[in-house]
């Protein structure tokens, strides 16, 4: 099930230099401000103007084997640099490999988006998966106003070993949870870039995103 796959950012994928390996298969996708999942060719048409390369062929260069075999002739991990290069310039961002497969992801926003806050205080994220919820860490985007919460720690245990969330420092709470569980005692003042949130009867500050570190994938570990 995809909701089950753990996010890495591109900068830590390992590859294998030996000549002559199987060529990667692509499976382009996008998640966008809701955290909804769409293959990259049905994607909607209002999200296409995100990314900087719209592509209108019914086929990509990433489904095109000579194109691969011409990219990867200097060895498996040269090739998959320069594949990785041309997937970023794309707009492509995030990865979840597996065995032999790329499914490569361009996130409209952060890759994990929190969908459903519980009545116990968690936040629901990757279909089933949870983490407590924690006000006091919040922080709104400067520009839009989006609502952020610190990124969720990755359910594989060697992953979580590493004490770095691969999806970044935060991640998007979805607007829907917004609007039913904070609106009310949501203030805002984008300009001095500060807010607070009265939750349960306590009042936290939000503090504002430092751009772009709190939305860039981590280095390798």
Known sequence: MWHRTAWISVRALHTSSQR???????????????????????VPKNLTSCTPRCETEASHWTQDDAALARMMQDGAEAGQEVIWKRLQEEGIAWVSPCQGEWNVIHAVDTPIVFRHLTNDGHL?????????WDPTQLRVHPDTGYLYHPSPMPPLRRA????????????????????????DGL??????????????????????LTLPNDLTPPGPP
């Open 124 to 132: 629901v994220w990757g279909g089933d998966y949870t983490m407590p």
């Open 160 to 183: 979580k070993a590493r004490g770095v969330s691969p999806y970044g420092p935060y991640s998007l709470i979805a607007s829907q949870v917004v609007l039913q569980h904070l609106a």
């Open 187 to 208: 203030q805002m003042d984008l300009e001095a870039g500060v807010g607070t949130l009265t939750w349960r009867g306590r009042e936290y500050a939000l503090g504002s």
């Open 20 to 42: 002559g390996a199987p060529l990667p298969r692509i499976y382009r996708y996008w998640i966008d401000v809701h955290g909804q999942l769409f293959l990259y060719d049905t």
